[in-house]
T-cell receptor, first 111, second 110 residues
Framework: DSGVTQTPKHLITATGQRVTLRCSPR?????VYWYQQSLDQGLQFLIQ???????AKGNILERFSAQQFPDLHSELNLSSLELGDSALYFC??????????FGAGTRLSVL | SQQGEEDPQALSIQEGENATMNCSYK?????LQWYRQNSGRGLVHLIL?????REKHSGRLRVTLDTSKKSSSLLITASRAADTASYFC??????????FGKGTHLIIQP
C-alpha cells in the first residue's frame, strides 16, 4: 500500500459528461501529481500541485482541470468527455525531493 | 513525449535467472526512478537514483546510472514468478513531473 488513496476505482460514463476523480496524498506529502495512462499514449504527466498551488502543467487538455484543497487532497475534473479520454488516471504524491508514490488509479470508461 | 525508452520491450526468462532492463533518456535529469506495474494496476516505486549517484541496491534490485551516456539499467537477480510485470523508468528533470518510457514487459517462466 503506497498510502495514496484514489476514488473511485472505476467510472463508467457517457460522452459529453463530466466526472471528478479524487486523490488523498500520503501523510506529510505536499506535492500531488496527476497522470494519464492509455494504450496509445503510455503514461503522461498532466499536472502538479504543491501545497495548494499549481506547480507544473504537462499534457493536460483544456477540458480537464484540477485543484488541491487546504487539506491537501486533490481533485481532477474531466468535462465534455470523449471516447478517447478512456484511460487509467493516476495520482501520485511526494515530498519536495523524494520519490513519487502512486495510488491504485481510477479506470475511466467513456461509452 | 516519451523521454525514457526502455529496452527490450519484452523479456522472457526462466525463474532463477537474472533480468536486465535498460533505459535511455534525452535531457539532463535530477533523478531517475524505476517502477513496476502489474497488469492494469497501480505503479509500485522500486528505486530512485539521483544524478550524482552511479549505483544503488535494494534487495534483489541493482540500478546503475550513467549520466554521460544518459542511460540506466535495472538488474533483478534470482528472478521469481512474482516479478512478472511491466517495468518503467521515469526521469525527473525537476520541472514537469515524471517522464515515463513505454516499459519493458518481463515474463518469468516457471
Amino acid at each position: 500500500d503506497s498510502g495514496v488513496t484514489q476514488t473511485p476505482k472505476h467510472l463508467i460514463t457517457a460522452t459529453g459528461q463530466r466526472v471528478t476523480l479524487r486523490c488523498s496524498p500520503r501523510s506529510g506529502d505536499l506535492s500531488v501529481y496527476w497522470y494519464q495512462q492509455s494504450l496509445d499514449q503510455g503514461l503522461q504527466f498532466l499536472i502538479q500541485y504543491y501545497n495548494g498551488e499549481e506547480r507544473a502543467k504537462g499534457n493536460i487538455l483544456e477540458r480537464f482541470s484540477a485543484q488541491q484543497f487546504p487539506d491537501l487532497h486533490s481533485e481532477l475534473n474531466l468535462s465534455s468527455l470523449e471516447l478517447g479520454d478512456s484511460a487509467l488516471y493516476f495520482c501520485a504524491s511526494s515530498t519536495r525531493t523524494g520519490p513519487q508514490y502512486f495510488g491504485a488509479g481510477t479506470r475511466l470508461s467513456v461509452l | 513525449s516519451q523521454q525514457g525508452e526502455e529496452d527490450p520491450q519484452a523479456l522472457s526468462i526462466q525463474e532463477g535467472e537474472n533480468a536486465t532492463m535498460n533505459c535511455s533518456y534525452k535531457t539532463s535529469i535530477n533523478n531517475l526512478q524505476w517502477y513496476r506495474q502489474n497488469s492494469g494496476r497501480g505503479l509500485v516505486h522500486l528505486i530512485l537514483i539521483r544524478s550524482n549517484e552511479r549505483e544503488k541496491h535494494s534487495g534483489r534490485l541493482r540500478v546503475t546510472l550513467d549520466t554521460s551516456k544518459k542511460s540506466s539499467s535495472l538488474l533483478i537477480t534470482a528472478s521469481r514468478a512474482a516479478d512478472t510485470a511491466s517495468y518503467f523508468c521515469a526521469t525527473d528533470g525537476g520541472a514537469d513531473g515524471l517522464t515515463f518510457g513505454k516499459g519493458t514487459h518481463l515474463i518469468i517462466q516457471p
